[in-house]
């Protein structure tokens, strides 16, 4: 069974910059983690759903929602099971609570429990 | 951008039938996936590609999708049914992954 872990979530100054991470396990035998398409979805408090970026299994497709372009990027280190999102230029707005997600049938099959991100002076 | 339409809230009786509608510009010819969301959980997938299940999940939920509106159909509610759900779609013109703005499902 795969499981997903965020972690690095923080309260950060408007400006300011964070990374967080993403780490698998699970991974089955048949399966490498470099065959799984991740995806970053976050979830402000009392509000919906919204897609942040996705990024394939090797890092060479990446997309980002418009909100977060230019100022977010995604990564992977498929050596360690692990994706991240480094986050600049943060606003009040980016202040949600942060899951990483597989990519599976049009959507995303397994969950992390998700890690907070707080903006605020 | 593409915009997915949800209502706010559905109530509903236990043992009675919810249907969650999903609205978007042709949403029939794109693949609606569901997902179950209960309060300090994370998103649970339910139906992929219209109407299918994942394991795991009760055949009394079920899926369509035609038209201009998708739609999510529970039968026989449970207590345990009581959660939101959010719909979502790939965007193939705009690379984008969308999802819908959320129903709060209430079992009375």
């Known amino acids: 069974q795969l499981q997903l872990v965020e972690s690095g979530g923080d309260l950060v100054e408007p400006g300011g910059s964070l990374t967080i991470s993403c780490a698998a396990s699970g991974v089955t035998f048949r399966e490498t983690f470099n065959s799984y398409y991740m995806s970053w979805i976050r979830q402000a408090p009392g509000n919906g759903l919204e897609w942040i970026s996705y990024i394939s299994g090797t890092g060479n497709t990446i997309y980002y929602a418009d909100s977060v372009k230019g100022r977010f990027t995604i990564s992977r280190d498929n050596a360690k099971n692990s994706v991240f999102l480094q986050m600049n230029s943060l606003r009040v707005e980016d202040t949600a609570l942060y899951y990483c997600?597989?990519?599976?049938?049009?959507?995303?099959?397994?969950w992390g429990q998700g890690t907070p991100v707080t903006v605020s002076s | 951008s593409y915009v997915l339409t949800q209502p706010p809230s559905v109530s509903v009786a236990p043992g009675k039938t919810a249907r969650i509608t999903c609205g978007g510009n042709n949403i029939g010819s794109k693949s609606v996936q569901w997902y179950q969301q209960k309060p300090g959980q994370a998103p649970v997938l339910v139906i992929y590609?219209?109407?299918d299940r994942p394991s795991g999940i009760p055949e009394r939920f079920s899926g369509s999708n035609s038209g201009n509106t998708a739609t999510l159909t529970i039968s026989r509610v449970e207590a345990g049914d009581e959660a939101d759900y959010h719909c979502q779609v790939w965007d193939s013109d705009t690379f984008h992954y969308v999802f819908g703005t959320g129903t709060k499902v209430t079992v009375l």
């Open positions: 590609y219209n109407g």
């Open positions: 997600a597989r990519v599976a049938y049009s959507g995303y099959d397994y």
